[in-house]
């Protein structure tokens, strides 16, 4: 039996930077995972994160990723892959099946993250070919360049639905509909805003009645339900699908800590079964941890958090650190971890119903029920002004802990302050000179640089696009509002892509100058 | 054609080794170690397996190992997962009935139970 | 967590349901109104459905349909889901032939 002293369960976003912290105080780690490569579901993550620069904000998750291996590599740290853990026994012996081959490992502390596993809910037909979970059609799309299906539905509005639905247009599909049986959307609004504008609508208070076909999806009926989720009769649509993904939800694979004799219990605002840890993971039994989505589930940036304070106090447990270096490196995660679990999403926040921002500014009623903000609600927002000449118009309406755009902007335009949650606010006397960065730094895609009055009875629209194939300069099409209607005629002034962008190409517009406060996304 | 060939992000897919494998009989195209179940989808094969009492058929689902319904027979081992197991030059996959491979056979054999 | 079932509870009779027959457990086929039934004849821990009807007990080890077992399983008893005590969790967590199972790594102490 080979001895370790920290033995990490899997390679995703957590355990690695478990791991790193761990090996960089001098510890000798090794991570078991049971997958062929590295990097949990981070590698499936092609869109820009939130938060701040220490969180990542910005880069896409795959990048994010990368960097994690790179540093782990650096580390020293030894990443055993192809290798289930299949049980956690007693006095911390971790049992592990490699190729043909079960072997015994002991760790002197065992750092558990082995993340989480998708719900799913039950219909008429769910077991048809066609009907997969939102991590498979990432899985199939992202990693392996596979079409999930040609015409797909999407169940459920968290983060999670919004964002793979709108991986799923970018993939080529066509997503017909984004249905949830909750009255308003889960996700952030930005998510849904950015798919609405592409025409995607959304039927909030519905679910799926039935999934059609013999051998595998020929198409689904979707059904209004009542405040008691029970089925209206006679409210039933019938969509031509040939798949139907659901993302409704995670629950934490915590099974290893319980079958170790961890305290567990069952927090439903957690997600499920979680250990019973300390505010840095430490479970019931001593020198074993648990760090992201198993202890509760969230983003993957607060996972990275948490992992690298179970990091830090595994060090200290073993000796390679003082308590003051372990209270001091902890002092400055608590505080990343703390920015990130701020605003209306915040896991404290869960099942409240908001109705201001932390400005009290009105929520948008129509963005939580359509997933677009309606023309009138618009400019409450302070990131929504008019000016002559170009400037931002930031269409960010929620509380979300996110601040690249501040830094993006080179004049000082866009404000958002020591409260990374704060709506953005464009500043009135700084200058747009126009670079587009803003646009780009937006991990919602809500900023757009408009020129209400180009004096000729136009105007211009920046919007960011990430899709194929990209429009020609001089090609005529429609500009679409909000909710992907079709306003006005368009044309195409400019594409801008910089390898500053990061694959978000800057689309500008000229429209009539009266659609410049409406027309939002540009269609051929 | 199920394959993405350019992505806004991603760019066109890596270069991969060819491979040929045979599907129920049929010979089809894969990229060397690519899941099986996605060379499989890219040939437009929806059903993996049908299921042991009702018959049903089945297909990817969870794409990441965990759910096992994807499983077929590979190379005569029944109850591989195929989202997970790596495609290799002249594999033989078979759609799995039960636990068995799905042949006339073994259709007969059923409806006469 | 409620660890003592309290066995004396009355949980009425058994009322069949429109969706009885929606399949639960995937891997070995099990519905909704199988696992209710079993409620009524008296399994009322999911350690004692998992042994009387094998959800969970399939290819995938309870993967996707255990949360949905203890939903229903919760239901028919009128508890929340947080009452109700999860199975037991132990090796192999992840399917495995019985010959890799068996095969462990042969360390010799004396070396």
Same mark, same amino acid.
């Not at chain 1, 979300?400 to 606010?425: H, M, R």
């Not at chain 2, 899941?35 to 990441?64: D, S, W």
């Given at each position: /039996? ?34 062929? +490569? ?76 082995? #993340? ?24 199939? /799309?992202? @990693? ?6 040609? +015409? ?16 799923? @247009? ?39 009645? +039935? ?92 996972? /990275?958090?948490? #992992?690298?304070?179970? #990091? ?20 400055? @995660? +608590? ?24 400005? #009290? ?37 929620? %509380? ?29 006397? %700084? ?51 909000? %909710? ?41 | ?113 | ?13 058994? &009322? ?32 004692? &459905? ?62």
């Amino acid at each position: /039996m080979k001895r370790y002293e920290v033995i990490v369960v899997g390679a995703g976003p957590s355990g690695l930077s478990a791991a790193i912290e761990a090996a960089k105080r001098g510890l000798k780690v090794i991570v078991f995972d049971e997958n062929e +490569k590295p990097g949990g579901q981070l590698f499936k993550q092609i869109h820009k994160f939130f938060g701040s620069k220490k969180h990542h904000a910005k880069i896409r998750g795959f990048k994010i990723g990368e960097n994690l291996l790179e540093e782990a590599n650096y580390a020293g740290v030894e990443v055993a892959l192809n290798a289930t853990v299949i049980g956690l026994y007693a006095d911390k012996e971790v049992v592990v099946r490699r190729n043909d081959q079960v072997f015994h490992y002991k760790g002197d502390c065992i750092i558990i993250a082995t #993340g989480a596993a998708e719900n799913m809910v039950t219909f008429p037909g769910w077991t048809l070919p066609g009907v997969i979970g939102a991590g498979a059609a990432q899985t199939m /799309m992202n @990693l392996h360049g596979i079409k999930p299906g040609k +015409k797909v539905l999407m169940l459920g509005s968290g983060n999670v639905g919004l964002v793979v639905s709108f991986q799923l @247009l970018q993939a080529g599909c066509e997503v017909v509909a984004l249905v949830d049986a909750a009255p308003q959307i889960g996700g952030y609004g930005v998510h849904a805003a950015k798919l609405s504008r592409t025409g995607v609508p959304f039927y909030l208070s519905h679910t799926i009645a +039935k999934a059609h076909g013999e051998d595998c999806v020929t198409g689904v009926t979707i059904c209004e339900v009542d405040s008691q989720f029970k089925l209206i009769a006679g409210t039933e649509k019938y969509f031509d699908v040939d798949t139907i993904c659901m993302a409704v939800g995670l629950s934490p694979m915590s099974q290893l800590l319980k079958m170790s004799g961890c305290l567990m219990e069952d927090n439903p605002k957690r997600g499920g079964q979680v250990p019973i840890i300390d505010e840095f993971g430490e479970t019931s039994v001593p020198g074993i941890f648990a760090a992201g989505d198993v202890s509760g589930i969230e983003e993957a940036s607060s996972a /990275m958090i948490e #992992g690298r304070m179970a #990091g830090v106090c595994v060090a200290e447990y073993l000796g390679y650190c003082t308590h003051e270096e372990k209270n001091e490196s902890l002092a400055e @995660l +608590k505080k990343d971890l703390e920015s990130l679990r701020q605003g209306m999403f915040a896991p404290a926040n869960r099942g409240k119903k908001i109705t201001k921002t932390e400005e #009290g500014i009105e929520i948008s009623d129509s963005l939580l029920k359509n997933g677009f903000v309606a023309e009138q609600e618009i400019e409450r927002y302070p990131g929504v002004v008019h000016k002559s000449g170009i400037h931002p118009v930031i269409e960010c309406t929620q %509380n979300i802990p996110c601040n690249p755009c501040q830094d993006a902007c080179p004049k000082g335009c866009i404000s958002i302050g020591e409260n990374i949650t704060n709506l953005p606010v464009v500043e009135d006397e %700084n200058v747009c000179i126009n670079c587009g960065m803003c646009v780009a730094s937006c991990s919602g895609q809500a900023i757009f640089l408009v020129d209400e009055d180009c004096g000729d009875g136009s105007a211009t629209v920046t919007i960011p696009y990430e899709f194929l194939p990209i429009p020609e300069v001089g090609e005529k099409g429609f500009g679409l509002g909000r %909710n992907g209607e079709r306003l006005c005629e368009a044309t195409v002034v400019s594409v801008k892509s910089v390898k500053a962008f990061d694959h978000t190409n800057l689309l500008t517009m000229r429209v009539p100058k009266e659609y410049a406060m409406s027309a939002r996304f540009y269609a051929s | 054609m199920n394959r993405i060939e350019n992505h806004p992000i991603l760019g066109e897919p890596q270069k991969t080794e060819k491979v040929t494998f045979c599907f129920d009989g049929q010979e089809m195209n894969g990229n060397m170690g690519e899941p099986i179940a996605m060379a499989l989808k890219a040939n437009g094969v929806m059903i993996h397996r049908y299921t042991q009492k009702e018959h049903k058929p089945r297909g990817i689902f969870c794409a990441i190992g965990r759910c096992t319904d994807c499983v077929m027979i590979v190379d005569g081992k029944p109850n591989v997962r195929t989202c997970v197991t790596p495609l290799k030059d002249g594999m033989v996959i078979q759609t799995q009935d039960g636990v068995m491979p799905k042949t006339e056979a073994n259709e007969v054999e059923r409806s006469r139970v | 967590m409620n660890t003592i079932v309290d066995r004396t509870k009355d949980i009425g009779e058994f &009322i069949p349901q429109p969706d009885d027959d929606m399949l639960i457990c995937r891997c070995e086929e099990v519905t909704k109104g199988e696992i209710r039934r079993a409620v009524h004849d008296g399994m009322w821990t999911i350690t004692e &459905i998992r042994r009387y009807l094998r959800t969970g007990m399939g290819l995938c080890q309870g993967q996707t349909c255990a949360r949905l077992v203890k939903g229903i399983v919760a239901r028919e008893l009128g508890i929340s889901m947080a009452e109700l005590e999860p199975a037991a969790a132990r090796s192999p967590m992840r399917p495995i032939e019985m010959k890799v199972l068996g095969n462990e790594e042969v360390t010799d102490l004396w070396q």
